[in-house]
C-alpha cells in the first residue's frame, strides 16, 4: 500500500478558527496526520464529518461531552458534524499516525440518500468500531484509495458515485 501518496501533515497546530471553517475547496478529505511534539488538540468542532482511524504509534484519548475513548491502533472513530470533541495523541508512544478523512455534510447526506441508507441514530453520535470491523472492512485500504481517487478528474469520481445500471 502506498500511504506515502497520502497528503502528509507533522505535528500540525489546529485553531479552533480554522476547524469551523470547514474543508475548502473540496467536499472531501483525506490525509495523514503524524503527532510527535505537538501531542494535543485545541477543543474544536467543525461542520464536515470526521473519521480517524488510528495506524501506529499510540492510542488516542479523545474527550467529547464529558466522555472519554480511547482509540487504539486499528481501530475508527466516527465523530458527526459540529461535535466539540479534543484529543491527546501520545498517551503510551512519542507518537501518534493517523488516517483522518473528513467529509462536507451535504456530500454524506448525498452518499446516505444513493446507498438508501436510513438517518440511522448512529449518525448522530460519537461511533467506534473495533479493530476486527476495521480489518474486514480494510478501513485502511480504503481511506489510502480514497485520498487517491481525489487526484482524478472531477467526472470519474462524480460517475463513481452514480448508481450503476443492472442489465
Known sequence: MEIERVTH??????????????????RLLVAWYTNQKNDQSVVHSHPYHELVL????????Y???????LVHVGELIYFPAQIYHA???????DHSD???IQIDDALWQACRRNANL???AWMHSITVLDPDVCNKWDFQ????????????PARCVTSFLKPRCRR
Open 98 to 100: 493517523r488516517l483522518v
Open 118 to 120: 436510513k438517518n440511522a
Open 54 to 61: 488510528p495506524i501506529g504509534g499510540s492510542t488516542v484519548r
Open 141 to 152: 485500504s480504503l481511506f489510502v484509495r480514497m485520498a487517491q481517487s481525489l487526484e482524478l
Open 87 to 93: 484529543g491527546i495523541f501520545n498517551i503510551n508512544n
Open 63 to 69: 474527550s467529547i461531552d464529558g466522555s472519554v475513548y
Open 9 to 26: 501533515y507533522v505535528d500540525n497546530v489546529l485553531t479552533q478558527a480554522e476547524a469551523r471553517m470547514g474543508l475548502r475547496n473540496t
